[in-house]
């Protein structure tokens, strides 16, 4: 069975620290895909990131950064000088590879940015 | 492009009671899902679609029932409405033989049911 662990529920840092977000997940295919999505206050889903397990290179995307480890069955999601915008909750998910890919969904993060 | 659209976006519902929540997406996405969005447990997959006329049961399908008639629009039907299926509600579609696996989402259905 799949299964996705975010173990921080909630974080909260002044505006311009950087904070980390873990992401551990198991899963017994040998490829498969990892995502992080962003729920802002709003409450719509924004598709961040998306990670093919035989591409361990790591993304950065402007103050976004993301560390894949396979080794530790990982997925990281940094954010640096955080702002107020970046307060969501994220969620990380993980899917299989081959016909529909069903995602399954950490509990979450709710990130907090102080200003 | 509107992407994915829900109806509606609340209802409240006594239980028993029936209803259908509509999704639509003008994507030309072959795969749609259903999901519901509980406090402090993530998304869960209720069934999904990866086709006309196909569905299948997701991780939580029962209470559920599902249609997918036409390509765009995808069909949550709750026959009898318990107040455990008070929730968020998510469609979200995609289609990897063109645009890659992420799936895009709607924005939600609010559902109370008293």
């Known amino acids: 069975a799949q299964k996705v662990t975010q173990a921080q529920t909630e974080i909260s840092v002044v505006e311009k620290e950087d904070v980390t977000l873990d992401c551990v997940y198991e899963t017994r295919d040998t490829t498969y895909y990892l995502f992080w999505y962003k729920q802002p206050p709003s409450g719509e889903l924004v598709f961040l990131i998306r990670r093919n397990s035989f591409d361990e290179q790591n993304e950065i995307s402007g103050r976004y950064s993301w560390n894949f480890q396979k080794s530790t069955s990982s997925f990281n999601f940094t954010i640096t000088a955080s702002q107020v915008v970046d307060s969501a909750v994220y969620f990380c998910a993980l899917s299989g590879i081959q016909g529909a890919q069903k995602l399954v969904f950490g509990q979450g993060t709710r990130l907090t940015i102080n200003p | 492009n509107a992407g994915v659209t829900q109806t509606p976006k609340f209802r409240v519902l006594k239980t028993g009671q029936s209803m259908t929540l509509l999704c639509a997406q003008d994507m030309n996405h072959e795969y749609m899902y259903w999901y519901r969005q509980d406090p402090g447990m993530g998304l869960r997959l209720i069934h999904y679609?990866?086709?006309?006329?196909?569905?299948a049961k997701g991780e939580v399908p029962d209470g559920y029932n599902v249609s997918r008639l036409k390509k765009q629009n995808f069909l949550l039907g709750l026959e009898s409405a318990a107040p455990s299926q008070t929730s968020v509600y998510f469609c979200?579609?995609?289609?990897?033989?063109?645009?890659?696996?992420?799936?895009?989402f709607g924005p939600g259905t609010r559902l109370t049911v008293t």
């Open positions: 679609s990866v086709g006309e006329g196909t569905t």
């Open positions: 979200a579609s995609s289609d990897p033989h063109s645009g890659g696996p992420e799936q895009y």
